[in-house]
C-alpha cells in the first residue's frame, strides 16, 4: 500500500507565525505522549517532498515545513517493515522516547527530481 503527503503547499493546514515563532506546517503524522505503538507492515509512506524542499532551498517558503513522523514522549514505540520516502523535512523525528525499536526500516529520498 500507499500513502502520500498533500504537496499542495498553498492550502497545507499550519500553525500561524507568533511574535515569538514561525509559525508551522502541522506534520503528517503527529503523537505526543503514547505508549506500546507499533507501526508495522509492507507499505511506503511518502511525503512528496520535492516542492517543500525546493521552496525552501531558495529561502521562499513561509512556515517550518512537516515531518512524516514526529512522536515526542512515547514509551515503548516500533517501526517496522515500512519505506519512508521523500520527506519535506525529517522522515522520522522522534524526541524524548523510551523503548524506541526501528527495524527494517527504508528511509530514502529520490535526489534525481532535486
Same mark, same amino acid.
Given at each position: 500500500?500507499l ?11 499550519h ?8 509559525? &508551522?506546517?502541522?506534520?503528517? #503524522?503527529?503523537? +505526543?505522549? /503514547? ?11 511518502? @511525503?512528496?517532498?520535492? &516542492?517543500?524542499w525546493?521552496l #525552501?532551498l531558495? +529561502?521562499? /517558503? ?11 514522549? @512515547? ?5 517496522k517493515?515500512?519505506e519512508?520516502? +521523500? ?28
Amino acid at each position: 500500500s500507499l500513502i502520500y503527503l498533500c504537496d499542495d503547499i498553498e492550502s497545507y493546514p499550519h500553525s500561524p507565525n507568533t511574535s515569538n515563532s514561525k509559525g &508551522k506546517y502541522f506534520n503528517m #503524522f503527529q503523537f +505526543n505522549n /503514547i505508549t506500546n505503538m507499533n507501526f508495522k507492515g509492507h507499505g511506503r509512506i511518502d @511525503g512528496q517532498g520535492y &516542492k517543500w524542499w525546493s521552496l #525552501f532551498l531558495v +529561502n521562499d /517558503i513561509v512556515y517550518k515545513r512537516p515531518h512524516v513522523f514526529e512522536i515526542l514522549f @512515547g514509551i515503548n514505540i516500533t517501526f517496522k517493515h515500512i519505506e519512508l520516502s +521523500n520527506s519535506p523535512n525529517f522522515h522520522l523525528h522522534a524526541l524524548y522516547e523510551h523503548d524506541l525499536l526501528v527495524e527494517n526500516v527504508t528511509v530514502w529520498a529520490n535526489t534525481t527530481l532535486q
